[in-house]
């Protein structure tokens, strides 16, 4: 039986039975963010690139932001809308589930870790996807092992009887 992700608790469950399947020094970098902080991550992004901002920008109404985050995206960065209404993919991460990126270590060391857990069931992905640009590794934890879960409180000294 497997733990159905959904919680920003879970994400951090999660990494922490991630861990020892990933190189020394993997930080868990990104989890769940609002839409507001996904607007100001896209912005960050043009400030960085000297993307022009014109007029008040409102998360309510895309049209304000849309035209920047299609310049962003042209830069080759992995990031997506903060809200419906346009016509890029809503960001993972601005929805209540499983969702985080890693980096800190050499991310193919990362990404084969995540491989490494998945192939010996201690959780299922929906996604493992390499942001080379963003310097992470994105995932999308879809389940997690009862087994894997059990031997985490057990070892910070939880009852699971």
């Keep these: ?55 008040p920008v409102i998360l309510s109404q895309p049209n304000t932001w849309a ?4 310049r962003v995206r042209k830069l080759g960065k992995a990031v ?32 084969a870790g995540c491989h490494s857990a998945q192939r010996i069931g201690a959780m299922e992905f929906a996604q493992i996807k390499l942001e080379t640009n963003n310097h992470a590794v994105h995932v999308e934890v879809s389940s997690i092992s009862r087994r894997e879960i059990i031997r985490l409180y057990e070892a910070q000294g939880f009852a699971t009887t």
């Design 1 to 55: 039986m497997a733990e159905e992700c959904g919680d920003p608790i879970v994400t951090l469950e999660a990494f922490a039975i991630l861990k020892r399947f990933l190189p020394p020094n993997t930080r868990l970098t990104s989890t769940y963010r609002s839409p507001e902080h996904q607007l100001r991550i896209i912005l960050g992004f043009a400030a960085e690139n000297n993307i022009p901002i014109q007029g």
């Design 67 to 70: 035209p920047i985050l299609a």
């Design 80 to 111: 997506n809308a903060p809200i419906p209404g346009t016509k890029f993919p809503v960001s993972p991460h601005t929805k209540y589930k499983c969702v985080f990126d890693m980096s800190g270590a050499n991310l193919r060391a990362i990404e």
